[in-house]
């Protein structure tokens, strides 16, 4: 009976192990899977800020006052 008892326990030891091996492998990928994803909308993140930027530059060149230039004042 000591063997049967021992068996069952090995049993559910290896059943516990097994179903902790799987949980860690799909949060692995989970994790992985997330880390790209992040990825991916940091770079559009920053490719649309650079676009902003872009288009903040034209349009404040394209409003900016022209440059002021000193005019020569004669003397009578």
Do not use: C
Not at 28 to 38: F, Y
Not at 42 to 51: F, K, M, P, V, Y
């Amino acid at each position: 009976m000591n063997q049967h008892n021992d068996r069952a326990l090995d049993n559910l030891f290896s059943l516990g192990a097994a179903w902790a091996t799987y949980g860690l492998r799909t949060a692995q990928l989970a994790v992985q899977t997330s880390s790209h994803t992040l990825a991916a909308v940091s770079n559009i993140l920053g490719e649309l800020g650079d676009i902003v930027d872009a288009g903040t530059a034209r349009e404040e060149a394209e409003t900016a006052p022209p440059p002021f230039r000193e005019v020569a004042v004669e003397s009578e």
